[in-house]
């Protein structure tokens, strides 16, 4: 069984629905849990971050974690074509990263 | 600043063949990354450098050797390439201490035939 995983999608949405993404982890440990947009041909960059369970926003975009069901999810709102990319979720333990497979999104027009 | 680097962008290699894939970061980071990045598996750590001087294996290390030439290169070889090894590569680097954020290179695409 992976440490982190991710359904892989495909997802396809209409422009200005809510995107949601989530991954699931076994590892009680993991410390820091970020959400990383790789846009095709390129390096992954960081999207979003935290630390403890609860909801982050950032603009459109929501982080939420809940450490007792070791459940993590993104919420794109007003989801853009800009937005289309490739989602992982990635958590941190002694400043290493275990990423998901990624989730590939695309917002049509 | 250009951030991470990497050379080269795309490199096919026959079995057996050897390269070294090059990582410069002018970030003053301490702590630099390799990972490879395979469809459906995500990104998987090879090797690391906590600091200067230090290299660790992660969780795929066979088949590779790594160098930390200074505090900005961090270089990845490949001594006999199989088509195992077909893959893209990353290279990351980390600031060091508790910061936690890794930023990425662009990667390097690598085919062995």
């Known amino acids: 069984q992976k440490e982190v995983e991710q359904d892989p999608g495909p997802l396809s949405v209409p422009e200005g629905a809510i995107v949601s993404l989530n991954c699931t982890y076994s590892?009680?440990?993991?410390?820091?849990f970020m959400w990383y947009r790789q846009y095709s041909r390129k390096g992954p960059e960081l999207l979003m971050y935290?630390?403890?369970?609860g909801n982050k926003e950032d603009g459109r975009f929501t982080a939420q974690v809940d450490k007792s069901s070791k459940y993590i999810s993104l919420f794109i709102r007003d989801s853009q074509p800009s937005d289309s990319a490739t989602y992982l979720c990635a958590m941190s333990l002694d400043y290493k990263l275990s990423f998901g497979a990624g989730t590939t999104v695309t917002v049509r027009a | 600043n250009a951030g991470v680097t990497q050379t080269p962008k795309f490199q096919v290699l026959k079995t057996g063949q050897s390269m070294t894939l090059q990582c410069a970061q002018d970030m003053n980071h301490n702590s630099m990354y390799w990972y490879r990045q395979d469809p459906g598996m995500g990104l998987r750590l090879i090797y690391y450098s906590a600091s200067e001087g230090t290299t660790d294996k992660g969780e795929v290390p066979n088949g590779y050797n790594v160098s930390r030439l200074n505090k900005r290169e961090f270089s990845l070889r490949l001594e006999s390439a199989a088509p195992s090894q077909t893959s893209v590569y990353f290279c990351?680097?980390?600031?060091?201490?508790?910061?936690?954020?890794?930023?990425f290179g662009p990667g390097t695409r690598l085919t062995v035939t």
């Open positions: 590892n009680s440990a993991f410390q820091y």
């Open positions: 935290t630390y403890s369970s």
């Open positions: 990351a680097s980390r600031v060091g201490g508790y910061s936690y954020e890794q930023y």
